[in-house]
């Protein structure tokens, strides 16, 4: 069955620093989101992207995130200079439309710590 | 907004019991309702949705009704197995169906 996948598993960076998350959705969905879960926290939403642009974002997602599409395949989240409050678990997911009858797919997530 | 609430973890529980784990929400509107679970070491898992009141979701055992007016949507399995260890979270759609709005989640270990 096909699924989303994410790299890396777990990445380790600098106060301050840029990291770049990235996803692999699944090949035919057009919908793509970030999630973020802080430990012990409930997961929050970040952001959903159609169609090459940002269709909803939350108050979280301010401007030092951003989100790309940079090929066919790819679907990044860009964090340009991380705070220690930024580490966290986050997903990736995808589905094929963008209503409730269309499930999202996540992956595995990127555990994120910064020091 | 909408919001979650769910019973706090973790649920232990012998091999073959009855599953409660209790969900309720706070919402404008009419929002869609959903489990899902996360295995050690795996993402989230869509286990089941209801998508307007009344509603049954069902899978792998697990079943959960969308109960407007208590505002509940809690998930039940009436055999448990060692395998179905996990972490379920509750959730339902936010302000459009692009967000979903999660519950802390509930951590269920089976014993043997």
């Known amino acids: 069955e096909p699924e989303v996948t994410q790299t890396p598993s777990h990445q380790v960076t600098q106060m301050g620093q840029e990291v770049i998350l990235r996803c692999v959705p699944i090949?035919?969905?057009?919908?793509f989101y970030w999630y973020r879960q802080i430990l012990g926290q409930k997961v929050e939403f970040l952001v959903s992207?159609?169609?090459?642009?940002?269709?909803?974002k939350s108050e979280i997602f301010d401007d030092q995130f951003s989100v790309e599409r940079p090929d066919g395949s790819n679907f990044t989240l860009k964090i340009r200079s991380t705070k220690l409050e930024d580490s966290a678990m986050y997903f990736c997911?995808?589905?094929?439309?963008?209503?409730?009858?269309?499930?999202?797919?996540f992956g595995n997530g990127t555990r994120l710590t910064v020091t | 907004g909408n919001s979650v609430t769910q019973m706090e973890g973790p649920v232990t529980l012998s091999e073959e019991a009855f599953l409660t784990i209790n969900c309720t929400y706070t919402?404008?509107?009419?929002?869609?309702l959903f489990w899902y679970v996360q295995y050690p070491g795996e993402g989230l898992q869509l286990l089941l949705k209801?998508?307007?009141a009344d509603d049954k979701g069902s899978n792998k055992g697990f079943e959960a009704t969308y109960r407007k007016e208590t505002t509940s949507f809690h998930l039940e399995k009436g055999s448990v197995q060692v395998s179905d260890s996990a972490v379920y979270f509750c959730?339902?759609?936010?302000?459009?169906?692009?967000?979903?709005?999660w519950g802390a989640g509930t951590k269920l270990i089976i014993k043997p």
């Open positions: 997911a995808s589905s094929v439309g963008g209503g409730v009858n269309s499930p999202l797919h």
């Open positions: 090949s035919n969905h057009l919908y």
């Open positions: 992207f159609y169609n090459n642009e940002i269709s909803e």
């Open positions: 919402a404008t509107g009419y929002p869609s």
């Open positions: 209801a998508t307007k």
């Open positions: 959730a339902l759609t936010g302000n459009s169906n692009y967000q979903l709005i």
